[in-house]
């Protein structure tokens, strides 16, 4: 296993990690389940969630046949330069950096999926005063940062696969939002990107 396939098996323990230990953390503290999207079975919400799982899933599986020596796809060997694996590096980095800080500035907002049962606030301080969507915002840097490290055309694919599921999820929780919030929300959209 070199390098580059050490770094990528660590960086996906840490995000798996860091995902079921903040979701464990958040049901003790609130005594609330916030995976919402397995509630509410056959709706655009829980598949669009649910492919965004699968495709987390997917990195994973490509991550560990990659540190096994397996090359999964097609690869653009004209890319193999330290400086593209830096760039790559630096990605990973940010995106998963831009996740962790997202969830912080949430708090007790935070979900996966919409909530319709609690009371929730709209979030629009932190990070959310640059992005409205920060957490798909670093997600998608992620995947930026995994194509110039696995420089395989099935981690561009799912690239683009993920930004399709991002959007319909996106597009889902905007609705709810413009829903429960109405005009703070439609005032929130007027200063804030979708992404920046």
Do not use: C
């Amino acid at each position: 296993m070199n390098f580059i396939q050490g770094y990528l098996l660590v960086l996906y323990v840490t995000f798996l990690l860091y995902l079921v230990g903040k979701t464990m953390l958040f049901q003790m503290k609130t005594h609330t389940n916030p995976i919402m999207f397995l509630k509410r079975k056959n709706t655009v919400e829980s598949f669009s969630w649910g492919m965004l799982m699968l495709i987390i899933v997917l990195y994973g599986i490509i991550i560990v046949l990659t540190a096994q020596g397996n090359v999964v796809g097609v690869t653009f060997s004209m890319l193999y330069h330290d400086a593209v694996y830096v760039v790559g590096m630096l990605l990973t980095l940010v995106g998963l950096a831009m996740v962790i800080l997202a969830h912080r500035h949430m708090g007790l907002s935070w979900r996966m999926g919409i909530d319709k049962e609690r009371e929730i606030q709209l979030v629009t301080t932190g990070i959310f005063s640059v992005s409205r969507n920060p957490v798909y915002l670093g997600i998608i840097t992620l995947a930026v940062g995994m194509i110039f490290l696995l420089q395989t055309i099935v981690s561009l694919v799912l690239f683009f696969v993920l930004l399709q599921v991002i959007y319909v999820v996106i597009s889902t929780e905007e609705r709810f939002l413009w829903e429960k919030f109405g005009e703070e929300y439609g005032q929130y959209v007027k200063r804030v990107r979708r992404f920046l």
